[in-house]
Nanobody, 127 residues
Framework: QLQLVESGGGLVQAGGSLTLSCVVS????????MGWFRQAPGKEREFVAA????????DYTDSAKGRFVVSRDNAKNAVYLQMNSVKPEDTAVYSC????????????????????WGQGTQVTVSS
């Protein structure tokens, strides 16, 4: 069973930066497209960012464009979400997700495409 473990969450002041990591227990990690999603209290889960198998194609929700950067290191079985200029509205539990099979050059923004999910890491942005 594929396992995804997120880390890097915490408390950060508005305007600050934070980098989330997600390590995947799968030797063929490079075959998976990856995504980041978040869920704030009382709200539905929403898409944040996605990255293709080869790391060359990315997609972001509008609120993350220009502030967040998704990347991956296939040698380390890891995907990252660098969060810059964070805002209080970024406060949520952030989860990574993995999709297989996937197109080599497609980043998937739809939660329903992902079969495997991590437990999430809490990000709290103070004003």
């Amino acid at each position: 069973q594929l396992q995804l473990v997120e880390s890097g969450g915490g408390l950060v002041q508005a305007g600050g930066s934070l980098t989330l990591s997600c390590v995947v227990s799968e030797v063929t990690f490079s075959n998976y497209a990856m995504g980041w999603f978040r869920q704030a209290p009382g709200k539905e889960r929403e898409f944040v960012a996605a990255i293709s198998q080869n790391g060359r194609v990315t997609d972001y929700t509008d609120s993350a464009k220009g502030r967040f950067v998704v990347s991956r290191d296939n040698a380390k079985n890891a995907v990252y979400l660098q969060m810059n200029s964070v805002k209080p509205e970024d406060t949520a539990v952030y989860s990574c997700a993995a999709k297989y099979p996937s197109d080599f050059t497609v980043a998937y923004p739809w939660a329903g495409d992902y079969r495997y999910w991590g437990q999430g890491t809490q990000v709290t942005v103070s004003s």
